[in-house]
């Protein structure tokens, strides 16, 4: 009771917070000198504070010293050689590594009984440095919050719960890896994994991505730009929202949120709502934990854990459950693992995705490499807005930092399993190489897009670009409307390749009167004839 009660100076009760607070260390590990400190301090606490008097503490600790060679607990050399060693003149913050775990599992303290959690001191640390160095650099009120589990077993090495626990500025307190939030594109990844389990896509499979009516449903891309033409492949790096959907509206909402409750994770709903295509876009609630124990199942070849920090009840129910078959995993996983790190980010070898909700009130990243995975959160624990918020720019480079910040030896992705294909676009059978081309007529969706017009130059203009010097300027081209990729032709010349933007530069050979034409991708023409000057 004595070492458990007895004042050490300040706010400091027990041996053993005084030995955290002056020597950063457990009292088991306490050297001669150390201890000789400690036995002084109860006697006069404030006085001989270290921090406050060192030369007092000094003295005290010596006379400990000198009567432990008295009374044969200590040889003199010995004595003579603790005498040496420096007091501390200040103190040491206390430990919080995982505050808000520490806090869930104090209900069930036992005294005498260690509670234990899979938590690893050296990732946590890691983490929590990362989380308050990006929500410094972002900007107050902003929170950031990060759980790293072992996508092998389902523990959790690593949870920020905030940027900081007693920043009240950031509500701190909150622990916003288990706070319901918009997924935003984050669930993108499972809606292409089920069409590649039915067979319905393959990575090189051609689908549309323009103004698409869902039955009273018009989904707009982040950008709010349209690509046309794309493959399933860059459908899913690009995050693209329409293609999502019409895949989405093929596999079914409801088919998506079964395989979710079977691995273990149940988003919430609007109350007395069906699940409808809009939670592809992040219509639906979950948690980062949520988030991360389904990309556990990526990372795991589609086999998904249940995660577990300790703090759960020791009845708590954990199971494993197949979020994607083997062979969908791994084109996932492919398509995942060739996402562009961010600018700057070191590179790691991992499969993530990005998402931003609706109105920039969260940003997310989640990624994996062969073992690990890692999902971030960032944004204001009221839900407020915060305009130029997204998952690529806000979120993305913290994950690369905290994997590397974590200190896990990086875990090469899977290879290719036997049996998986493929395919090049030109080896797809009919029925795969367009998305909804097939007998079953998988999309029902109606384009309206309008017919490609050029805007600029308008019919008849005469531009002076300086034609007939030396530095003549090209002329910029510019268009509404249409299906991308484009074609230009200038004079019934092709400008070189195709491209996906709807503005091109022309450069022309001479002064006079010449006709530009544009062709989008099913055949539809415009044209205008302008004079150069």
Same mark, same amino acid.
């Given at each position: 009771r004595y070492l458990t009660l007895a004042p050490y100076g300040g706010n400091l009760e027990g041996v053993r917070a005084a030995s955290l607070a002056y020597f950063g260390k457990e009292p088991k590990r306490l050297a001669v000198s150390e201890a000789a400190l400690l036995v002084a301090l109860p006697q006069l606490p404030e006085k001989r504070r270290p921090d406050r008097n060192l030369s007092i503490a000094h003295a005290a600790r010596d006379r400990v010293l000198t009567r432990m060679v008295a009374s044969g607990l200590l040889g003199e050399r010995e004595a003579a050689r603790a005498a040496l060693d420096d007091v501390p003149a200040s103190r040491r913050p206390l430990p919080a590594l995982a505050a808000h775990a520490a806090y869930a599992v104090l209900p069930r303290a036992v005294p005498g009984q260690k509670l234990r959690l899979t938590i690893r001191k050296s990732v946590q640390e890691g983490l929590e440095q990362v989380a308050r160095d990006a929500a410094t650099r972002l900007g107050p009120r902003l929170s950031v919050a990060m759980v790293m589990a072992d996508a092998r077993t389902g523990d959790i090495l690593g949870e920020v719960g905030s940027a900081d626990y007693f920043d009240a500025s950031r509500s701190g307190w909150i622990d916003m890896t288990r706070i319901v939030r918009s997924p935003g594109s984050t669930l993108k990844p499972f809606i292409y994994g089920l069409a590649f389990e039915q067979g319905l896509v393959a990575q090189e499979t051609l689908i549309n991505d323009r103004p698409t009516d869902f039955s009273g449903y018009r989904p707009k891309n982040f950008d709010m730009g349209y690509q046309g033409d794309v493959s399933i492949r860059q459908a899913l790096q690009l995050s693209l929202n329409v293609p999502a959907i019409s895949v989405l509206d093929a596999v079914g909402p409801a088919r998506l949120l079964a395989r979710f409750r079977q691995a273990g994770v149940t988003p919430v709903l609007p109350v007395n709502k069906a699940p409808g295509l809009?939670?592809?876009? +992040? #219509?639906?609630?979950? @948690? %980062?934990? *949520?988030?991360?124990?389904?990309?556990?199942?990526?990372?795991? +070849? #589609?086999?998904?854990? @249940? %995660?577990? *920090?300790g703090t759960e009840p020791a009845n708590a129910e954990r199971s494993t459950a197949t979020i994607l078959d083997d062979q969908a995993n791994w084109q996932i996983t492919d398509i995942l693992s060739g996402v562009k790190p961010p600018e700057g980010a070191a590179q790691r070898g991992i499969a993530y995705k990005t998402g931003t909700s609706y109105g920039y009130r969260d940003a997310w990243s989640v990624g994996f490499d062969g073992r690990y995975v890692l999902g971030v959160w960032v944004g204001r624990p009221d839900a407020g807005a915060l305009p130029g918020l997204s998952g690529y720019v806000s979120a993305a480079p913290i994950l690369f930092e905290g994997f590397v910040r974590s200190g896990l030896a990086a875990v090469p992705l899977p290879g290719q399993p036997a049996g998986v294909a493929r395919p090049r676009r030109d080896d797809l059978p009919v029925t795969l190489a367009r998305f909804g081309s097939g007998a079953d007529g998988l999309v029902q969706a109606t384009p309206t897009e309008p017919a490609p017009t050029i805007?600029?130059?308008?019919?008849?203009?005469?531009?002076?670009?300086?034609?007939?010097?030396?530095?003549?300027?090209?002329?910029?081209?510019?268009?509404?409307?249409?299906?991308?990729?484009?074609?230009?032709?200038?004079?019934?010349?092709?400008?070189?390749?195709?491209?996906?933007?709807?503005?091109?530069?022309?450069?022309?050979?001479?002064?006079?009167?010449?006709?530009?034409?544009?062709?989008?991708?099913?055949?539809?023409?415009?044209?205008?004839?302008?004079?150069?000057?």
């Open positions: 809009a939670i592809g876009l +992040g #219509g639906v609630g979950v @948690t %980062l934990r *949520d988030l991360v124990q389904l990309y556990a199942g990526l990372a795991n +070849g #589609g086999k998904a854990h @249940t %995660l577990h *920090d805007i600029f130059p308008p019919d008849g203009a005469r531009v002076d670009l300086g034609a007939t010097t030396a530095d003549a300027t090209p002329m910029v081209l510019k268009l509404q409307g249409g299906r991308a990729p484009f074609r230009w032709l200038a004079n019934g010349k092709p400008l070189v390749g195709l491209d996906r933007r709807r503005t091109a530069t022309w450069q022309p050979d001479g002064a006079g009167y010449s006709t530009l034409t544009v062709i989008d991708a099913v055949g539809r023409a415009a044209s205008v004839k302008v004079f150069v000057e």
